[in-house]
């Protein structure tokens, strides 16, 4: 099925593990974004995407890090685990000349940091 | 910089009753205009979407929004709520820059009495 997927589904971290978040796309899409969920705060944009070698910052990019090497793949990287990056993560796509049109989450990685 | 406001973090409605939550944004220029709805340890699912034209907008499951630019409003309304309405309700707003990136507000979390 065409769409975003996020693996893995859920995750348990111990403080100071390093883990990747997985995000593919399979609808050519040039903008690739990813938010996390907090309660009381909605979802705010950690980094994105605008095509394959180009990204950047979001509104709490802290802690994490991204590459985008190809159009379908944009993983999120946790360098050093957190009790803070308790959240649950969510990955979306679009395309730069439809926009909003196709705009695609995925169903979330549940992220615990313990 | 754009902006969300859901002043209502939960609202508790009898079953088919009606529903109406709020959302305030601010944005400088046309907005994209959303609503998402999630379910407990769910994703998100798009309920509708306001990009222009006729500002009284529907949606999926029965709701609709009306987006009014005097008020920089777009109210989410449903004439008669169902159980399975209980959920959690966010308002976004998009920008065509950042990789087309939302805004989120908080969240209105409803529950329906039977």
């Known amino acids: 099925n065409a769409g975003v997927t996020q693996t893995p589904k859920f995750q348990v971290l111990k403080t100071g593990q390093s883990m990747t978040l997985q995000c593919a796309q399979d609808m050519n899409h040039e903008y690739m974004s990813w938010y996390r969920q907090d309660p009381g705060m909605g979802l705010r944009l950690i980094h994105y995407s605008v095509g394959a070698g180009i990204t950047d910052q979001g509104e709490v990019p802290n802690g994490y890090n991204v590459s985008r090497s190809t159009t379908e793949d944009f993983p999120l990287r946790l360098l050093s685990a957190a009790p803070s990056q308790t959240s649950v993560y969510f990955c979306a796509s679009s395309s730069r000349d439809t926009g909003f049109s196709g705009y695609t989450f995925g169903s979330g990685t549940r992220l615990t940091v313990v | 910089a754009q902006s969300v406001t859901q002043p209502d973090i939960h609202i508790t409605v009898s079953e088919g009753a009606s529903l109406e939550l709020r959302c305030n944004y601010s944005y400088g220029a046309t907005p994209y205009l959303f609503w998402y709805v999630q379910s407990p340890g769910q994703g998100l699912q798009l309920l509708l979407k306001?990009?222009?034209?006729?500002?009284l907008v529907q949606g999926i499951k029965g709701f609709e929004a009306e987006f009014k630019r005097s008020q920089s409003s777009f109210n989410l309304r449903k004439p008669s709520v169902h159980w399975s309405d209980a959920a959690e309700y966010f308002c976004a707003v998009g920008a065509r820059a950042a990789g087309n990136k939302l805004t989120f507000g908080g969240g209105t979390r409803v529950l329906v009495k039977p």
């Open positions: 306001y990009f222009s034209g006729d500002t």
